[in-house]
């Protein structure tokens, strides 16, 4: 089960962690790398190796960024690889960083559990192994594991659906949840569960398109393997073309009763959009509440323009400064800050989370603008 401790360390703190370390700084250099990643620092050998899902998502590009920002920064030598979506390609990309002699592995897995193999290796070669964003399960070779309040997000989002639902009841509500090998995928769900539930009960939202959901209605707490049941029915595999179809085979199969004025919790803002398309050119329905997260720059301007209704924001730098925090603790010898576990069904991972804002059209340039993640010029239409 998850454990939810004290919130500590913000982007600040992290970041001056990162560079209060910084010492013997050579010059620095930027390689190119066959697998889509780049070599940062000023010798052959690597200290810091990341593995992240693909190259194909704007939002691993970001954390590309902040990765290769903050390590070169704090003086230390860093090599990004990218998996594209493959586990051979992940466990070569380990196994890579492996030979250039990294202390420390920090991964996102793009399939949890089929990750294990490799972190099981890197382990063997002595490799502390940071799991980032996305839990690695079914081993115990993972040290620890950064990333944002995944149950918070996921309720953030049941919550504002919520919140802005038309009046009445009976509302139609559409599911839609990320990829079963991810982790992250159920405790997204678990959260937006936790509140719509009792709406679901007490009759305000109508499940219109998971079946396996409505069996489970009555139920506030869902085991992992009754969410697997609802994922299976209603997963997106956090791809643009798997949501677009599902959503379009929903409509096509739900009659003008479950259509109208409809809410939808779609997990991620790419599948978002691409959900949001299909229920925007359905002549039944009216009007439409969405949801999202990763507040990627097509999905703020989404925003901005009234076809997403909200994402949740999960600050990179922040997240990336934490994992960087540490490393370096570990490169030292110290034992680095966390602030809770999660189960990943060999072991409670200690772990740290990091806070998570939620971005509407009234606080759009405030969240994202004005703390400087994006700039003004990137949108249109921005007040």
């Known amino acids: 089960m998850r454990k939810l401790g004290k919130k500590i360390l913000g982007l600040a703190l992290a970041a001056t962690m990162v560079m209060g370390v910084a010492t013997g ?191 489970l209605s009555d139920k506030a707490e869902l085991s992992r393997d009754e969410i697997g049941k609802i994922i299976g029915q209603i997963t997106t595999d956090w791809d643009f073309n798997v949501a677009k179809s599902k959503a379009e085979a929903n409509l096509t199969a739900t009659k003008k009763n479950l259509k109208g004025d409809v809410v939808i919790l779609a997990p991620n803002d790419g599948t978002a959009r691409s959900i949001a398309d299909v229920f925007a050119t359905d002549k039944d329905v009216t009007s439409y509440v969405i949801t999202g997260q990763d507040s990627e720059k097509a999905s703020v301007q989404y925003i901005i323009d009234g076809k997403q209704s909200m994402t949740v924001f999960k600050d990179t730098r922040t997240l990336a400064a934490d994992s960087v925090a540490m490393a370096v603790s570990l490169l030292e010898g110290k034992e680095p800050v966390t602030d809770t576990t999660y189960d990943n069904n060999k072991k409670e991972v200690p772990a740290k989370q990091t806070s998570i804002v939620v971005v509407t059209k009234d606080n759009v340039k405030q969240a994202l603008i004005d703390s400087g993640y994006y700039d003004s010029s990137d949108f249109s239409g921005l007040e």
């Not at 790398?33 to 190796?49: L, R």
């Open 25 to 215: 700084c050579g010059k620095k250099n930027d390689k190119s790398d066959a697998s889509g990643g780049s070599s940062k620092g000023g010798s052959s050998e690597v200290q810091v190796g990341v593995v992240l899902p693909t190259k194909d998502e704007p939002r691993w590009l970001q954390d590309q960024k902040q990765f290769e920002t903050i390590l070169s920064d704090a003086g230390f030598t860093n090599q990004v690889l990218f998996s594209q979506g493959s586990s051979a390609t992940e466990r070569t990309n380990v196994e890579t960083l492996i030979s250039k002699g990294i202390k420390v592995l920090i991964i996102c897995p793009q399939d949890g559990p089929a990750a294990a193999a490799a972190v099981e290796e890197a382990k063997q070669a002595g490799v502390k192994v940071i799991a980032y964003d996305r839990l690695i399960t079914g081993t115990e070779s993972v040290d620890y594991y950064v990333t944002f309040d995944s149950f918070a997000v996921g309720a953030a989002q049941g919550q504002y659906l919520i919140d802005n639902a038309p009046a009445g009841s009976g509302i139609p509500l559409y599911l839609y949840a990320g990829a079963a090998t991810d982790n992250n995928a159920f405790v997204f769900f678990e959260g937006a569960w936790s509140v719509l539930q009792p709406k679901i009960a007490d009759g305000t939202f109508v499940i219109a398109n998971s079946s396996e959901a409505e069996k």
